[in-house]
């Protein structure tokens, strides 16, 4: 998706381009279940700030009717049939949830938004999901001079909480449901992201529910300042993935460099307002060459304007790439409206795009994978920043339809994309054995304020990434799921026949995005190169994400088909 894709399993959820009562067969304290203790039981009355009562933690079992909407996410690919999901709302509540799962030998997972493309949350494995949506407040917290943000928030509300009451905000993804849990701690990343940088950037601190080797169950507070003894599960949030390391429960955000203790001067402000802009070639028109043009001029200017310093960082771009059953190829570009001449970077820009490609370009009238027509934006438009999130976040019809089934796919560019390879894609989003309007590749900014930062300062190490491609097709019909698998399968492993099948790191290409992630880089049948899936991943971090797991999650209870491994495994 456009963008921040992400994942707690603490689930992964997702995504991108800016971008819970108790229940009537069984809720109470969970007294009686094993999951409290008298100090957790106590505790879990009032919240952790002291600020409010917490109820009781609801329990959802297969009788509640709840149940079969909350063992699911958003991809409908991926259920399960667990005991029970609980709705903690205090971070005592979570750790009674975990302990008394560590305590049973039963399988948890949790869930932050539910915006998974693989099951690392939902799976035939889970016994117990411990669902965040409970805690969900933003707010100051003045002895961390800190804004919080709890696990289970969604980013629009984020966006709204920060802004309306600050001025303030994080760069985070588009979708509105994407929970905070597993969106930032995959390394979370939107509209804002060339001119903002990345969420983790922002990141002060982190609360996390880890287990012990010898079965406890204990709460982590981890920042990033230098003498923090636990700085290292800090800097493993900051990009590492969700689920690996134990339960997150809360982030909290200042900028580094920050001063004071006024939370509107404590993180970046956005842009009062951007021009939004669409346009939109027909594939009609769109010869070899032609299409060929389009994608070099995108990838040209990435690689050229990759580093911070310039008015550049304040222009976000997709293109989206769609397979030609859908009539037209789409670009969208959002620009900070506030720069000195902002109009004429725009118009700069849309004509580095469209030079030699010798089509018009025409107001953009489908949708284009995660992003609604936009006929209305053909003349850029001027909008506020909360109400251009707002638009982005909400507009998206294929990203909030919940009876959907997705795959995905991601791979980063540190340069334009190759002739060989821009054959490929060619040649897979011109088949006549597909007939899918969703299916794409979205090619997203990446680069300045993202590039500031050293690819080993934080868990995230695409730093030298100029552009972002994304892979998406999503189906209703469960009879569809073997074509279109089909597809987008021949489709990236013939993109990177020359390396395996899989965008290996060198100097074209950098690897994938954890919070896309795809466990057929972990199949030998398409990942046929020597390079595993945990560097495309995570690249020259892995050894010490590794030594972070034995560290925090040395019985490796938080696990999922993609996790990191502890150092023996």
Not at 153 to 174: D, H, K, S
Not at 295 to 323: C, I, K, M, Q
Not at 329 to 355: H, S, W
Not at 483 to 502: D, K, N, Q
Request: with cysteine; aromatic share 10%.
């Amino acid at each position: 998706g456009l963008g921040t894709m992400a994942r707690h399993e603490q689930g992964i959820h997702r995504r991108n381009f800016l971008a819970g009562g108790a229940a009537a067969g069984g809720a109470a304290l969970l007294t009686g279940t094993g999951l409290a203790t008298p100090a957790a039981a106590a505790e879990g009355t009032a919240a952790a700030d002291g600020t409010a009562a917490a109820e009781p933690i609801s329990t959802v079992t297969p009788s509640d009717k709840r149940y079969q909407d909350l063992v699911r996410g958003y991809n409908q690919r991926w259920s399960a049939e667990p005991e029970k999901i609980c709705l903690a709302e205090t971070t005592a509540q979570v750790q009674a949830v975990v302990q008394s799962a560590v305590k049973a030998g039963k399988r948890l997972t949790v869930r932050s938004g539910g915006h998974c493309h693989e099951d690392w949350v939902f799976n035939s494995d889970v016994r117990v999901v411990l669902d965040m949506a409970k805690m969900n407040r933003v707010y100051f917290d003045a002895e961390k001079n800190a804004v919080c943000v709890e696990a289970g928030a969604q980013l629009l509300n984020v966006y709204e909480r920060m802004y309306r009451g600050w001025g303030v905000t994080i760069p985070a993804g588009i979708c509105f449901q994407v929970g905070a849990g597993g969106h930032v701690s995959g390394g979370g990343w939107g509209l804002l992201c060339r001119q903002l940088g990345l969420v983790v950037d922002h990141l002060y601190g982190v609360e996390v529910v880890t287990v012990t080797v010898g079965g406890s169950v204990k709460v982590v507070v981890a920042t990033r300042e230098p003498n923090d003894p636990n700085r290292d599960l800090w800097w493993a949030h900051a990009g590492g993935g969700g689920g690996n390391f134990g339960v997150i429960t809360r982030f909290w955000f200042r900028t580094p460099g920050a001063v004071g203790t006024d939370p509107a001067k404590l993180l970046p402000q956005p842009p009062a307002e951007v021009l939004l802009h669409a346009a939109s070639w027909p594939w009609a028109e769109m010869t070899k060459e032609r299409f060929a043009r389009l994608l070099t001029n995108y990838g040209n200017w990435h690689a050229e304007h990759l580093r911070p310093g310039t008015v550049h960082d304040h222009l976000f771009s997709a293109l989206w790439l769609t397979h030609k059953s859908n009539g037209y190829i789409g670009l969208v570009t959002q620009l900070d409206a506030t720069v000195p001449d902002a109009r004429q970077v725009l118009d700069d820009f849309l004509a580095a795009m469209a030079e030699g490609v010798d089509v018009a370009s025409e107001p953009m009238v489908t949708h284009m994978g995660e992003m609604a027509a936009m006929p209305e934006f053909a003349e850029p438009r001027k909008m506020p920043w909360l109400q251009a999130a707002r638009y982005a976040s909400t507009t998206n019809p294929t990203l909030n339809d919940p009876s959907l089934n997705s795959d995905n796919k991601s791979a980063y560019y540190r340069t334009a994309i190759p002739a060989t390879q821009i054959d490929a894609f060619y040649e897979h989003l011109t088949r006549d054995d597909l007939a899918n309007t969703t299916a794409n590749v979205q090619l997203s900014s990446f680069g300045g304020r993202i590039n500031a930062v050293a690819p080993d300062a934080t868990a995230f190490p695409h730093r030298e990434a100029a552009y972002k491609a994304a892979w998406s097709i999503w189906w209703t019909d469960p009879a569809q799921e073997a074509a279109s698998l089909r597809w987008i399968r021949e489709f990236y492993h013939g993109v990177y026949a020359e390396t395996g099948g899989v965008p290996v790191i060198n100097d074209v290409t950098d690897g994938c995005y954890v919070n896309y992630p795809d466990i057929d880089l972990s199949d030998p049948k398409y990942n046929t190169s020597d390079v595993p899936w945990t560097e495309l991943y995570y690249k020259g971090n892995y050894a010490k994400l590794q030594q972070v797991k034995k560290t925090y999650d040395p019985r490796d209870f938080f696990r999922h088909s993609q996790s990191v491994r502890l150092p023996s495994a």
